[in-house]
Every structure is written in C-alpha cells, then in structure tokens.
C-alpha cells in the first residue's frame, strides 16, 4: 500500500538547513495497523506530512496505492488525498462554524458527489462512529472524545485506502481515547489500513508492528519492539 | 464548499458579515444618488448656450460729471473697439447673458391682461448684437441698421415693431404653429413682429427654469452704466482684454471702465455652485468606494489569518487551491450580494428622500444596475487578494500543533 | 486603573497599526466630512443678529397685480420689496421705534488728488436708523442724525475697507469726497461687519460682501440715484422722468423696522392696514389686503437662504459618517475577536467582566479621540476647499468653538457607539475558553 523509499526532506530557512528526514524508507502492507513511534524530533509529523502528501520532499520514490505518487502537481496531490487518505489531527480539526453533517460532509463535497450519495455516506459514517443523534449540534457542543470521533467519520465517509492518524488520543483523558482507539480497531478490523503516529507506548502496543523513528531515519532497534505479527525490515 | 452550508457557517457569526452588508448597502445608496446628481450638474454646465462664449469679452463702463453725453460716448466707444485690430463686432446692451443679472418680462399673443403672459428674458441691442456673441438665427433676418435707436431712460420711446425670440420662446407662446411673422403684446399692450428666431440661447440666470426664453429688441441702451459685448478672433481674447480696457481709458478719461470680464468667467462665476457640488460629491464618492474597498480587504485578510487551521484542515481533505480561492469569493459574493439588495431599497429611500424634502430630480433607474454591477467587481476585487493568500496556505498546517 | 488602560490600549493599538491606523481614519475622514457640511450649514443657518432678531422685521405690502399673485408658487406673499413712495410714507408715519427704508446704488468717488483715478463704490443708500438698528459698530465718528435725514445733507459713512482705500485708514471723519457731483462729508467709519448671513438684504445675495458706504435716503431725488438692485413691476406705466419713476408701482426698496417687543406685531400689522386702506381710497392697492412682517430668521426662511445643496450635502454626510462608523465597527469587532487569548488570559488572572470592557472602551476612546483630532484637520481642510469652490465669505466657513467641540464630541460619541457592541462581545468571553489550544 505505502512503500516509500530513500525519502530525504529538508527544511530551509535563512539561517538553518534542518534534515528532517534522512533517508527513511518505510513500507506498509494493505491491510496493516502501524505504528509510527519516535521522541519529538525524530521527523514523525514531517513522515505523516509526506506520507498524506501534505508536503513534498526532495529525494527519494514514494508508491502509494501502486501508484508513484513522487511528483504528483499541487491538484493531483488534492485529489489523491481527498480520495485515498482518511486524516485523523491530534486536535480534531473540525470547522467549529459548521454542524456535525456538514463538518463529515466537506471531503465529499471537493468530490462533486451529488447530494443524495453525500447523505448516505455521512449518515452511515456517522452511524458507525455512534454520533447519528448528534448531526445537527455543533463541534463547541461535543466531548472531546465525541469530536474525534466526528473527525474520524469524516476520515470515513470517502471510503479512504489508508487512513493517517496524528496523535489521535493527544488530546483525549484515558476513558476517551480507550474509546477511541477502540474505534480504530474495529475499523482496522474491517480491512483498513492505518498509520498512527504516536509517542505512547501503550498505544503503540495496540497496533500489529510498530516503526520507530530517530533522527529522521528508521531506527535499528526496532525489531526489539515487535509484539506481533510480521517483521518488515529496511528495503535497500 | 456547497452553498447551503457557507450560508449556515456565516449566519452562526453574522455579526461581521452584516455590518460589512450594511455598509455596502450605504454606500452604494450614497454613490448612487450623489453620482446621479454629478452627472445632472454636469451637464447643466455643458448645455450649449448657442453663443462663441470663450471668444467674448463684457466691459462695465460708467461716465460721471455734469455734461457727460451718455449718447456720444458709447458711439466712439463702439466705434473704437471695433477698429481693434482682431475684434470682430461689438454691441451696447442693456444686460448681458449668463452673467447673472438681467431683464424678465412677459409677453402675450393676445392683448388680453387677464391672461397669463408667458415669462421671458429680454435684451435690448444693436444689429451687430447677434454676431456680438456668435449667434446663429435659424430662421428669419437680423435687424436693419434704421430699426436700431438708441433708448435713453425716463424718455418716451415707442415699442420696436420688431423683434427676435428663441425657439422656445417661440414653442411656449405659438406651440406647433410657425412663429416667424406673428405678433406679440408687450405688457403695455403695445405689439411687435417676430423677424427672426434663434435656435438656442442662454439668459442671465442659469437656475432659472425658463431661461432659454428669450426676447430681444433693437436698441442701444444708454444708461448710468453700460454694458458692451465684444466679439474677438479666436485666441485673441486674453491679449486684447488689457488693450481694449487701456485703449478706452485713454480716450476719454470722464468715463471710467468699471471692469472688464470675459464672458467665460462669468458664466462660469454662474455655475459655480454646480460646479462646487459636483466636485464635493465626487470626492466623496472616491472616499467612500475606498473606505469600503479597504475594509472588504482588512476583514478579508483578517479572517483568512484566523481560518488558517481551517484552510490547512480542508487543503488535507482534498480542496485544491482553487477550491479554497472558491470559497472564499463565494463568501464576499454572498456578503456583497446581501448588501446590494438591501443597498436598493436604500437607494430608493435616499432617492425619494432626495425628491420630496429637497426637491431634487428623480433617480433614473437606470443607474442601479450599471451601479450593483460596479460595487460587485469592486468588492470582487478587494476579496480577491486575501482569497489568493488563503489558497497559498499550504495543507501541512493541519498538521502543526498550535 | 485609566492610566494602566491608557497603556494596554496604546500598546493594543501599536501592535496591529494597520487595522488601527485604519480605524483612525475612518472615522476622521467620517468627521472631517461632516464636520465642514455641517460647519457650513450651521454658519447658513445661524442666527446673525441674535441679541435682537426677534425684533427687527422686514416689511412686505401687497401692491401687486390685481390679476395674479406676486409669487404663482407661494400666492399667499407679497412683494418682498416696497414701492418708493411706499417707504417713503411709512417713513414719515414712524409708528415702530425704528425704522430704515434702503437699496443699492453704486457712485463714482473722484480722484483726491490729481494723479489718482476715479472709480465706482458700492453705497447703501438708507436712513440714519440703520446702523442702530443693526448694532453696526464705529471705529471712527458716528451716524447721520435723524436732521440730516430730512435735510438730504450730502453726507456719507464709509467701510473700514473703503475708508483704508481712500485715506490709508486714519480717522476721516469731516474729511470730504466728490461724489455724483456733490461733495460729500465723511461723518463716521464703521469697523468690519460681516453679518454672515446678510440678512438685511438676502434678495439681492445673502452671503455677499456689506456695501462700502452708506449714504442719506433722501439723497435719492436729488442724485437721481439708480438701484443695482433687483426691483419688480406688474404695471405697465409710461415713466418719463426720474420723478414718474420714484412714484411708479415697481418695487425695489427694502423695508426694515425695529419694535420695541415682539408683542407689538399686531399692532404694527394693523397700523400698516390703515395705511393700505388709505391707499386704496386713492385706487391702489388692488389686491385684498396681505401685509406682512417677518423677523430675521422668519426672513431668512422666506429667502431660502440656506441653499438647497448645502441642506443635501448635510445630509448625505450624515450617512457618510454612518459608513465610517460601520467600518469602525467592523474592524473593532475583527480586532476584538483576534485578542480572545490575551483577554481569556486576563480573566483567568482575575480581570472582572466590568474591567475588561473598560479596557476597550478606553481604547475606542482614544481612537475616537485621534480621529476627531486628525479629523478637526480635515474638516479645516475641507472649509478652505469650500472657500475656494464657492468664492465663499470668510465668515461662512470658520470653524467656531461651537463647531469644534461638536467636532470632538461626536468623534469620542461615535468611537464609543461603534466599540460598545465589540467591547461587550469580548467581555464575554469565559476566563478559560481560549488557553487550550484548538
């Protein structure tokens, strides 16, 4: 599903060149629940930004989908991502001005979908996330763990190939991002394929393989993390 | 972005977006009406007078002293001006055209009292008076030279048999039927023919609504002070004022030259006050479509800054840049729009407001349109820039942890 | 406390100077517009000769056409001037405590000396009453008295201006001038007067300049003296000599009296209706009986003194300054909203609500303030732009302590107004709301 491969982003300002990633090359299979896992630093949001095509990156091959998704122009990258990519934000980044259909219905909307096809997505996007009954409320009247929840229908809604998840419990307290991470399994369950960047442990533990980053680069110690599953090593 | 929930988004933080409605609702209600009156004043200005206006030039002149022969000097004056070099004609005249001050009186076609006689300018001149101020008789002849007295007040002179109107003189007295040979009754009941009639011309009062009624009789004026009208080539005018004035000077120094205008400065002395206003309500109309272009960029930009986790947000789920150029114009359009129909009913209220308290002419209609359409691009215009910025936000904004 | 506002505000406002420079003109281009409209209109439409108005009153009596009204769009008026032999009689009656009968004539002074050149004054020909009756004030000498009056005495009271013209300023008086072949005694000099509007004589210009000498009535018949005023005829009168003339139904002379109260009106009305039926023994005076007194302000009104387009211009920079009111409104309510941190901050430090909203206000406050500053400029800028338009009289576009002040206080009103919806939104905002980040 994901391959990338020698993957070198820098970051120039005036004064400072920041290698922010060196390197990496990081394969997942379709179907798979990873973790990606590192100290702040270690180039886990700039992997995130590269890997949902947030960002371009100066060397290196990136294969998403089966497709080289390399040197894909600004609109192409849009369109790949509204189409394949489902984002999960550590700060839910719902659009506080819109109610809860409307906030699921946005990535469709930049699909032209006609409005019928709309109301049956986001209605069952919403439905398998527990939020049905809430549609009309605004993202000020929710939980936290209720926002998030909203964001991940909405992640849901465009029948993504991947999904790309950044700190997703971040700002949750405990009860909230069990309930979360809860949701994420059963959707894993389901045969989606998801990253998740995280820098906890536990969580990391939840997933089938965890990726550990520093400095910009896998790291070699991560074959001692792995809990389950197979072992997937450095493509050269 | 669909349309039905950017509507949803601006009315849950209306606030904003009414008040920049409302302005553009005021000010397209201001604009509107003061450029309707700009453009009446203007062309109140640009009538054509169907007189040489830039080429003519008035003296005042004025004799003092027991034995001043009032009849002899205005003959040598006269006869000295023309043979300036570069003048073409001169005249006496009892008043002077678009200056300001002159004769009304009334005439009838019937020697009836009890009718209302219709109101006229009057002017009393020689036969070089028309070619004094570059006149053209569209029908008819000019005076003879033997119709021409002179009128010396508080002395008996019988009324002129002939005389020469304007085509509206004509219009208002004999309605469609031809004027040329009819008769008219002064207020004395007295009776004169109508020889030849003028096309177009200006009287002395340019507010008033019958001023392209005129009369004029054949005469020379020969009063305490005199009025002589005086047509020279083109371009000479400003080099001949100074030698006419000094030329006269010397000639007889028990009559003094009170002063000597160009015809242009006083008709433009007449106007200023239209002049006035349509420059003050040009400035501000300028004023105004900047103060509101400016706040349409400043809110615009503004929001753009406090949307950019937002922009970030929808450029992750796909919107491309145009996408987010989209929205953001279809948000002004809507706001402008707003404004524009509430700025109508505005624009009528100030319009009628206008007509009824100040007795101003009525709003054409047709300004409305031509008005919405500009204030649409002007506010298009002013979004743009901000929209444009919004789409640079680049997505891995969604990303960044505040 | 306003001290600590006074410096959050400056620093407010220095951290954004766009959007406050913004605001600041806003509203002073939104004063400076009106402020010199409604300077103008204010001047138009002020009171000239307010310790007496009430009591000075223009005289109208109906000697028109048998036939029709003087006026078709206001039947119900007279002539607004009297005919010669009109005033002349009420003169002569003298039922009010004062009273002034008066017209333009203009005459030429003849050189003093022998290489001076003669040139045409302007000269109010009017009774020895007038410069009482209109509190007009003397540098030098004084006033004809009521004898030179009935004597015709060639006489005559000079400007300020005209007096430097002629004699370099210095007192003139018993000094002599020729004048329409007479010679002429100066007897007083009178100091600048430029009652703004001219309300002794609005027909024939309400915002022109006062004439430059005033000289005897009675020296009408003698000099045969022409008006360069307006005057009306409806009859049509063989007129062979200045004498037909004086006694012919035209009307050109305008009529002023002075009561001692406004009570006595109506016995002044009634005294003129004697007078009119008297005349109409004689076969004049037509029309059924219509005489009037008007008060200079109802005089003013008559004459339409304040122009229709300075009544529009006031009006439309009204809503000029509703404009740059909202924009104010807007870009406060933008800059508000952009401080939510910094106020959820203050409040969770323990800022109460009523504090917070006097912050802003101090801040709209000081903007205010600027802006009626910086707008006081503009409206000065503006008045000589008026000045310079409409060859307008000084008087007509200075900006008094009256005016100025107004000019302020509506900036400081109108800052507030527009910071009070925004200054409460903010205040609102709970202590917590904003330090989580979103």
């Known amino acids: 599903m994901l391959q990338m491969a020698h993957i070198k982003k820098i970051y120039r300002t005036e004064l400072v060149e920041t290698h922010a990633l060196r390197e990496l090359s990081v394969s997942v299979t379709e179907g798979e629940f990873v973790a990606v896992t590192g100290a702040s630093g270690s180039g886990k949001t700039t992997f995130l930004n590269i890997a949902g095509l947030l960002e371009s990156f100066e060397h290196g091959t990136y294969l998403l989908d089966g497709r080289d998704v390399s040197r894909l122009n600004d609109d192409e990258r849009s369109a790949y991502r509204n189409q394949k990519i489902g984002f999960i934000f550590q700060s839910f980044n719902l659009i506080p001005d819109l109610d809860l259909f409307d906030n699921v219905d946005v990535p469709l909307r930049y699909r032209k979908m006609p409005a019928g096809e709309r109301k049956e997505r986001i209605e069952n996007a919403l439905e398998t996330v527990g939020l049905a009954s809430r549609m009309k409320h605004i993202p000020s009247q929710l939980s936290g763990g209720q926002q998030q929840r909203v964001a991940i229908a909405r992640a849901l809604a465009g029948d993504p190939r991947i999904l790309l998840a950044d700190e997703p419990t971040g700002n949750l307290d405990s009860t909230m991002a069990h309930q979360v991470m809860d949701l994420l399994e059963q959707i894993h369950s389901g045969g989606t394929t998801i990253v998740m960047v995280t820098h906890d442990p536990d969580l990391a533990n939840r997933a089938e393989r965890n990726i550990h980053l520093l400095d910009g680069r896998v790291s070699a110690g991560e074959a001692t993390q792995l809990s389950q599953g197979t072992l997937q090593t450095v493509h050269a | ?402 | 406390m306003f001290k600590y506002n006074l410096k959050l505000a400056i620093k407010s406002m220095r951290r954004n100077p766009i959007m406050t420079g913004l605001m600041v003109a806003a509203i002073a281009v939104g004063i400076g517009v009106s402020m010199t409209t409604l300077t103008v209109h204010y001047m138009m439409s002020g009171n000239p000769i307010p310790e007496k108005s009430d009591v000075l009153l223009a005289v109208t009596l109906d000697s028109w056409d048998p036939l029709r009204a003087f006026d078709e769009d206001y039947p119900e008026r007279a002539p607004h001037q009297l005919t010669f032999h009109d005033a002349e009689r009420l003169v002569a009656l003298g039922k009010a405590r004062r009273q002034t009968a008066m017209f333009e004539s203009s005459l030429i002074i003849e050189p003093l000396n022998d290489d001076g050149l003669p040139f045409e004054a302007g000269a109010r020909v009017t009774h020895s009453d007038f410069f009482s009756m209109f509190n007009v004030l003397f540098i030098y000498g004084s006033a004809w008295d009521k004898a030179a009056d009935a004597a015709a005495e060639p006489v005559v009271v000079l400007t300020r201006k005209l007096n430097e013209r002629l004699f370099g300023g210095i007192d003139s008086t018993g000094k002599r001038l020729t004048m329409g072949n007479t010679q002429f005694q100066v007897v007083g000099v009178i100091d600048t007067w430029e009652p703004t509007p001219r309300f002794f004589d609005p027909i024939n210009g309400g915002f022109r300049e006062v004439n430059e000498m005033f000289i005897p009535y009675s020296l009408t018949r003698i000099l045969e003296l022409d008006s360069n005023g307006s005057d009306w005829g409806w009859k049509s009168e063989d007129i062979q000599s200045f004498e037909q003339w004086l006694n012919s139904e035209t009307s050109w002379i305008q009529y002023f009296i002075e009561l001692d109260s406004p009570r006595d009106r109506k016995e002044y009305v009634a005294h003129l209706n004697d007078y009119v039926r008297e005349q109409k023994r004689l076969g004049r005076f037509e029309r059924p009986m219509n005489n009037n007194i008007y008060d200079v302000m109802e005089w003013m009104e008559y004459h339409e003194v304040v122009a229709n387009d300075a009544k529009v211009l006031l009006g439309l920079s009204f809503m000029f300054l509703l404009v740059c009111l909202l924009s104010t409104i807007a870009l406060l309510l933008t800059k508000f909203i952009g401080k939510t941190a910094e106020i959820s901050l203050r409040r969770a430090l323990g800022a109460s609500r009523k504090m917070v909203f006097e912050q802003q206000i101090v801040e709209v406050g000081i903007i205010g303030l600027s802006g009626g500053l910086i707008g006081l400029l503009l409206a000065t800028l503006g008045l000589q732009g008026i000045k310079y338009l409409y060859d307008a009289q000084a008087g007509l576009v200075r900006l008094d302590w009256v005016m100025t002040f107004t000019a302020i206080g509506i900036a400081i009103v109108s800052g507030i107004l527009a910071g009070l919806y925004p200054a409460w939104r903010v205040c609102r905002i709970p202590p917590a709301a904003q330090l989580k980040t979103q």
Do not use: C
């Not at chain 2, 309707?36 to 003092?64: A, C, H, P």
């Not at chain 2, 030698?243 to 010397?250: A, N, S, T, W």
């Not at chain 2, 008709?267 to 349409?296: E, K, P």
């Open chain 2, 1 to 402: 972005m669909g349309f039905r929930p950017m509507m949803s988004s601006l009315m849950r933080s209306k606030t904003g977006p009414l008040l920049v409605a409302l302005q553009i609702a005021v000010t397209l209600a201001i604009v509107i009406n003061s450029l309707y009156i700009v453009v009446q004043r203007v062309e109140k200005i640009g009538r054509d007078s169907g007189m040489d206006i830039n080429n003519v030039i008035v003296l005042y002149v004025r004799g003092f002293g027991n034995d001043f022969d009032v009849v002899d000097s205005i003959t040598n004056d006269i006869d000295l001006i023309k043979s300036i070099p570069g003048v073409v004609t001169a005249t006496v005249s009892n008043h002077v055209p678009l200056s300001g001050s002159g004769s009304g009186t009334g005439l009838r076609i019937v020697a009836d009292e009890t009718i209302d006689a219709v109101p006229t300018g009057r002017y009393r001149w020689s036969e070089d008076g028309l070619d004094a101020l570059g006149i053209k008789l569209s029908r008819g002849r000019n005076f003879l030279p033997e119709e021409v007295n002179f009128i010396i007040p508080d002395t008996d002179i019988p009324t002129p048999p002939s005389i020469l109107v304007t085509q509206d003189l004509a219009d208002d007295l004999f309605g469609e039927e031809d004027a040329l040979g009819k008769t008219v009754y002064w207020g004395d009941m007295s009776m004169s023919t109508i020889v030849g009639i003028i096309g177009t011309m200006h009287g002395s009062w340019v507010n008033w609504d019958k001023f392209e009624n005129i009369v004029i009789q054949p005469g020379k004026p020969a009063n305490t002070t005199n009025k002589y009208i005086v047509r020279v080539e083109d371009g000479m005018r400003d080099a001949l004022m100074p030698i006419i004035e000094q030329k006269l000077g010397e000639s007889n120094r028990r009559r003094i030259v009170k002063s000597v205008r160009s015809l242009e400065e006083l008709a433009a002395r007449q106007y200023q006050s239209d002049r006035g206003m349509a420059i003050i309500l040009s400035i501000v109309i300028s004023l105004l479509i900047g103060l509101t272009a400016l706040v349409i960029v400043g809110l615009s930009s503004f929001h753009v800054t406090q949307r950019t986790k937002q922009i970030g947000t929808r450029r992750a789920l796909g919107a491309r840049r145009i996408d987010i150029i989209k929205q953001f114009m279809l948000e002004n359009w809507l706001v402008t729009t707003a404004g524009a129909a509430l700025g109508i009913v505005l624009t009528v209220v100030v319009a009628y407001w206008l007509e009824t308290s100040l007795e101003l002419p009525r709003l054409d209609w047709r300004y409305l349109p031509p008005g919405i359409l500009a204030l649409w691009v002007l506010s298009s215009l002013a979004a743009f820039e901000p929209a444009r910025r919004a789409a640079s936000v680049p997505p891995a904004v969604a990303t960044r942890s505040v």
